[in-house]
């Protein structure tokens, strides 16, 4: 059964799409379609798969993407900062404390001596904050497509379909075989209602992917240091949150998401399509087939 809030929940854009400024229209959720049969379905239509590299070849993240490899060596280096002042502190309290310490405590303004005081104390953890931060920018632009740096993660692959499209796939296994996700209605057909934890199997279903999105045309496309730059169209097709619940006899707000097999029509998406996968160079002028003239 679709209620309304399912209908309006599976309209609302997730963080990622976001980032991209989708704009997302005519949403369907389709409860006649298995997941399982839609993927083997449109699996059917591969031409030439561009599998993940990070996966394949176990390569480095940091070394494919240039921004995040830039980024991280920025962050990184604040962080050494840290290290320094942490080393700084030791001096002062130790071999240096009559310069480092004692000089500045009876021969500088109260109010100096104690940002002084404020700044070497506070150092380090300021600077692995900052160092932290500018790692986390570098990453921001291609965060869904490298999520798969972290082993629980599935990863996105990029397909040429038989018709010239390219598709953009999402798994939800790592292993790129079925897994199970919760679904927003029970095996009877009846919506989630709020239960406990351990009574979700009642709404446990399987899938292979997370969703698919199918590339109709390109309206630019830029070819940069980090992959290829691209503003879109097309067609999304996969599992979107339909509702929420929480386990009702403990004492927490913590939110379990409920899905449904959905479909829309993608109006926009800006993005960078990054170096994480086999023959980037083949990837590319299949992308460029796409754009329009």
Known sequence: MVTE???ENVRKLYTFEKYRNEQHTNEKIDESCSPVDAYNDFKDSFQVRYSNLVITKNKKIPKLIKTIGKWKAIGGFIQFLALLNFIYIILMLSVYK??????????????????????????????????????????????????????MKAPVEAVRLSDGRVAIIS????????????????ASGEPLTAHPIWESKEYEDVAVMKYC????????LKETGDGFEIVSSGQFKGLRIAGYTHNRHRSTNKRVPYYLWTECD??????????????????????????VK
């Open 5 to 7: 809030l399912f209908k």
């Open 98 to 151: 009559e310069n480092l310490l004692d000089y500045p405590r009876y021969n500088w303004d109260k109010g100096l001596y104690m940002a002084y005081m404020l700044l070497v104390i506070l150092g380090p953890a300021i600077l692995l904050i900052i160092g932290g931060f500018v790692r986390i920018i570098g990453r921001k632009p291609f965060a869904e497509y490298i999520e798969v740096w972290n082993p």
């Open 171 to 186: 798994y939800l296994n790592r292993d790129l075989n079925e897994g199970k996700y919760l679904k927003a209605v029970s």
């Open 213 to 220: 999105y199918i590339i109709d045309t390109i309206h630019s």
């Open 266 to 291: 993608v109006r926009c998406r800006k993005e960078v399509i990054p170096n994480i996968f086999e023959n980037m160079e083949y990837l590319g002028l299949d992308l460029k087939n796409l754009l």
